[in-house]
């Protein structure tokens, strides 16, 4: 059954009157013969709603920072904090040397009462001197948990001293867990202090490659970013910097110099692509390798960006050889998927990355949205000028970000971006919605509630989830594919990635498993009554 109007308005009439007129501005059935639907999104979750979402502490160590592998990321707070940032994410990373890889540990200054009553900023100094005289890294940052923003520890302060003290990058981020609406406050922190303490601190003045790129947004969730540099470089690319996945500050610190930044995660890296070209000149091109299709669209652009002859060439020649190796692997798999729906809520990025690599699976996606995307992310960039900032999202300042004078260099000029504009996706981003289907639901903001209801009307067949609501699906006897850690699988991206993908799609149809969950709802009758006899005992004719 589709989604109307009056279906949804039933759906919300649940909610008391203020909540529902709030939620209702966070759905959309998708009408193509409306030219921009207007969504809301970046606002307050309503308290009493159970959201999927994390905090800006989660955002900054836990997505931007805490992949850099030769830093060493403190969490100054409570030991939770810490601990539920330590490697859930399934951001893989290897290093040449391996004394200089430090994400299997979780560092924290675990605050105790007396840290709270009276102040942590001597143990937070100590745990420095610590990792310092222990690890060795090559920076270190240092995450704020909600109690250090509340008694009011001067971090900055203790990072400065710090230092001097030691001659080593140590800089700190205000990332309390509530100082956004979500953790896109603490992506957008994490952005500034890279652009502010690391990006282009190091001293080269030109890439080291014909073909120079920063990967930007890619994190390398379950070996994503090694199965998209496997492709790239075998057409010719030199990556000087992935942001973050695998990353490392040694790379950051080069990063001006290449000739494009590719952006795979918009919502999460946005502010650092935009500051790179206004800082080094450098355009930023938004690409997507989750998908065949999407791959090899983005491959394409990013020839048609170098407009270079040889590199167009060897980039179909890669192309045709990747496709006749996974072809045939992923046969089988489309012939079990064929036919069926999907659910595609994630994060910030993938409710939108994952519909065509579900569309190559011949499985339609009647439902997507995002967390904590903001209203570029569903409507495209275009509305950034609409988009009015309040008291939350003022919170977190943009970063003043002017030319660097001796390292600003035009990489295309004004008329060959305005005519690649036309062609590509460079410096920009539509947006979800407009891939979306005629028909097809897009919701900010998912909750417990709306997921049950919209599952019992649309029955999708699978559910593309995260950690915290993949067990309503479940319950309800549908399958639910984990989109943010793979649970246990990937990778996902690029050419192989497909593959892996469609195999583990495939599977939890073929599992006999989902046949025994019975919803609760199956066993029970929506009415109750019982039947008994009327005095005059005719009631039965
Ligand atoms: Fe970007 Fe991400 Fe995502 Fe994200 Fe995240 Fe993530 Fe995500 Mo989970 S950076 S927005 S903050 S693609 S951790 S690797 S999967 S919610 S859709």
């Known amino acids: 059954m589709a989604i109307n109007e009056k279906i949804l308005d039933e759906i919300l009439n649940k909610y008391p009157a203020k909540v529902k007129r709030s939620r209702k501005k966070h759905i959309l059935i998708k009408d193509d013969a409306l030219d921009q639907q207007e969504i809301e999104a970046n606002t307050r979750t309503i308290p009493g709603i159970m959201t999927n979402r994390g905090c800006a502490y989660a955002g900054c160590k836990g997505v931007v920072l805490g992949p850099l592998k030769d830093m060493v990321h403190i ?24 004394e200089k890889n430090f994400l299997s540990y979780c560092v924290s200054t675990d605050m105790q009462e007396s840290d709270i009553v009276f102040g942590g900023e001597k143990k937070l100094a100590r745990m420095i ?44 981020y205000n990332c309390e867990g509530y ?49 998209v540099e496997r492709v790239l470089k075998q057409i010719g690319y030199h990556i000087q910097a992935v942001m973050t996945g695998n990353g490392s500050y040694e790379d950051l610190k080069n990063a001006h110099v290449v000739q494009l930044n590719l952006v795979q995660c918009h919502r999460s890296i946005n502010y650092i692509a935009s500051m790179l070209e206004t800082r080094y000149g450098t355009p930023w091109l938004k690409v997507n390798f989750i998908g065949i299709h999407s791959t090899m669209e983005s491959l394409r652009n990013m020839a048609l960006y170098f407009g270079d002859g040889d590199l167009i060439r060897r980039t179909e020649a890669v192309i045709a050889k990747e496709l006749a190796e996974i072809e045939p692997l992923m046969e089988p798999y489309r012939k079990i998927c064929a036919g069926k729906t999907t659910f595609c809520f994630v994060g910030g990025s993938r409710g939108h990355h994952y519909q065509g690599l579900y569309e190559e699976l011949g499985i339609e996606t009647v439902l997507a949205g995002y967390e904590f995307a903001h209203r570029d992310d569903y409507e495209g960039r275009q509305v950034l000028p609409d988009i009015k900032s309040d008291a939350d999202s003022k919170n977190i300042p943009d970063l003043h970000v002017a030319p660097d004078e001796r390292r600003f260099r035009l990489k295309v000029s004004p008329e060959k971006m305005e005519e690649l504009k036309e062609k590509i996706p460079l410096s920009h981003y539509g947006g979800m919605n407009i891939n979306m289907k005629d028909g097809s ?94 005095a005059s005992g005719g009631c039965f004719k």
């Open 75 to 98: 969490v100054h707070g409570p030991i939770g904090c810490g601990y539920y940032a330590w490697m859930t994410r399934r951001n893989k990373a290897i290093s040449e040397d391996p």
């Open 129 to 172: 001197d610590e990792v310092v005289e222990i690890f060795k890294p090559n920076a270190i940052t240092i995450s704020a948990t909600c109690p250090v923003g509340l008694i009011g520890d001067d971090i900055q302060s203790v990072a400065r001293e710090a230092e001097k003290k030691h001659g080593l990058n140590i800089t700190a």
């Open 179 to 227: 100082k956004g609406v979500s953790q896109s406050a603490g992506h957008h922190i994490a952005n500034n202090g890279l652009m502010e303490n690391v990006v282009g601190l190091g001293d080269w003045e030109e890439p080291p490659g014909k073909y120079t790129i920063n990967i930007l947004g890619e994190y390398n969730i379950g070996g994503d970013g090694w199965e």
């Open 441 to 534: 639901i897009i919701v900010d903001d998912l909750n417990h509630y709306e997921t049950e209801e919209f599952i019992k009307i649309l029955k999708p067949d699978i559910f593309s989830s995260g950690i915290k609501d993949k067990y309503i699906p479940q319950k309800m006897g549908i399958p639910a594919k984990q989109l943010h850690n793979y649970d246990y699988s990937g990778p996902y991206a690029g050419f192989r990635g497909a593959v892996n993908f469609a195999r583990d799609v495939a599977m939890s149809f073929a599992t006999p498993t989902w046949n025994y969950i019975v919803p609760p709802w199956k066993g029970t009758p929506l009415l109750e009554g019982s039947i008994e006899l009327c």
